[in-house]
T-cell receptor
Framework: TQLLEQSPQFLSIQEGENLTVYCNSS?????LQWYRQEPGEGPVLLVT?????EVKKLKRLTFQFGDARKDSSLHITAAQPGDTGLYLC??????????FGAGTILRVKS | KAGVTQTPRYLIKTRGQQVTLSCSPI?????VSWYQQTPGQGLQFLFE???????NKGNFPGRFSGRQFSNSRSEMNVSTLELGDSALYLC????????????FGSGTRLTVV
């Protein structure tokens, strides 16, 4: 099983600040997905990146897939309290299996 | 359209008992996967079903099993429950391949006492 290292584990920032979450692996994945999970609920898919070097934007969120398809980043601009949650990256491994990173707990204070 | 529905939401069982969890995927989704989420291990893959066939299995003991019915609904069963089986069990469905992304249910919170 391939491993995904996600950093940082925890982020506490003020409203309006920018932040970046990283997801790294020594292995290649066919795609990288980012999910956001709130307490008591299941993860919700934010984006899927498939092509090396791909950049996708979702309002204030920017997702990037590394050229070698081994790493990805999530950048949030001007964070808001509503962005608070657990952010998970997941790589698609052979056999339609998702390998998840440990997650980043983001807390945005108003 | 309706999302992924998991029942029950909460369950308390005694060590040694068995439990069955249910998942109804989004209509038209034929792939159903199960994940276990714990604070210490995070989200771990249990198994995936497609058209009633188990396509892939994670590294869990044989006490964990599942099946999928012709209407794509899925069940997972855990026999001889252990305290360490306490977790949030998540079901996810996908239209085709995992690269398209999964829709997760809200999960079943299982507590083993």
């Amino acid at each position: 099983t391939q491993l995904l290292e996600q950093s940082p584990q925890f982020l506490s920032i003020q409203e309006g600040e920018n932040l970046t979450v990283y997801c790294n692996s020594s292995s290649v994945f066919s795609s990288l997905q980012w999910y956001r999970q709130e307490p008591g609920e299941g993860p919700v898919l934010l984006v899927t990146v498939v092509t090396g070097g791909e950049v996708k934007k979702l309002k204030r969120l920017t997702f990037q897939f590394g050229d070698a398809r081994k790493d990805s980043s999530l950048h949030i601009t001007a964070a808001q309290p509503g962005d608070t949650g657990l952010y998970l990256c997941a790589g698609v491994e052979y056999g339609n299996k998702l390998v998840f990173g440990a997650g980043t707990i983001l807390r945005v204070k108003s | 359209k309706a999302g992924v529905t998991q029942t029950p939401r909460y369950l308390i069982k005694t060590r040694g008992q068995q439990v069955t969890l249910s998942c109804s995927p989004i209509s038209g989704h034929r792939s159903v996967s199960w994940y276990q989420q714990t604070p210490g291990q995070g989200l771990q893959f249990l198994f995936e079903y497609f058209s009633e066939t188990q396509r892939n299995k994670g590294n869990f003991p044989g006490r964990f099993s599942g099946r999928q019915f012709s209407n794509s609904r899925s069940e997972m069963n855990v026999s001889t429950l252990e305290l360490g089986d306490s977790a949030l069990y998540l079901c996810a469905s996908s239209l085709r391949e995992a690269n398209y992304g999964y829709t997760f249910g809200s999960g079943t919170r299982l507590t083993v006492v």
